[in-house]
Nanobody
Framework: VQLQAFGGGLVQAGGFLRLSCAAS????????MAWYRQAPGKQRELVAL???????EYANSGKGRFTISRDNAKNTVSLQMNSLKLEDTAVYYC?????????WGRGTKVTVSS
């Protein structure tokens, strides 16, 4: 499975971005799809995840501002990020899990400016 992320970029604080990730290489459903991020000098952290039945979890940092969604038929996952803050600046990675195997995308950079 290959994960390709799109949608990163430069945005002002208070603005919004939508990240998307497409999974290819397999038609089987991915149990979990998620977004992680890694800020400079920090460890990679979970932003949000969604199961193949639509259950979601969010890190406290994104609750109320971020919304994760997926399209099982297309094997895509998206992250709508609103009210962006300077501290949201990071490289965002698409993640997937299926039957004990994890997959990572290459990351897309999000920079929030003041």
């Amino acid at each position: 499975v290959q994960l390709q992320a799109f949608g990163g970029g430069l945005v002002q604080a208070g603005g919004f971005l939508r990240l998307s990730c497409a999974a290819s290489g397999s038609s089987d459903s991915l149990n979990i799809m998620a977004w992680y991020r890694q800020a400079p000098g920090k460890q990679r952290e979970l932003v949000a995840l969604i199961s193949n039945i639509g259950s979601t979890e969010y890190a406290n940092s994104g609750k109320g501002r971020f919304t994760i969604s997926r399209d099982n038929a297309k094997n895509t996952v998206s992250l709508q990020m609103n009210s962006l803050k300077l501290e949201d600046t990071a490289v965002y990675y698409c993640y997937a899990w299926r039957m004990g195997t994890t997959y990572w995308g290459r990351g897309t950079k999000v920079t929030v400016s003041s």
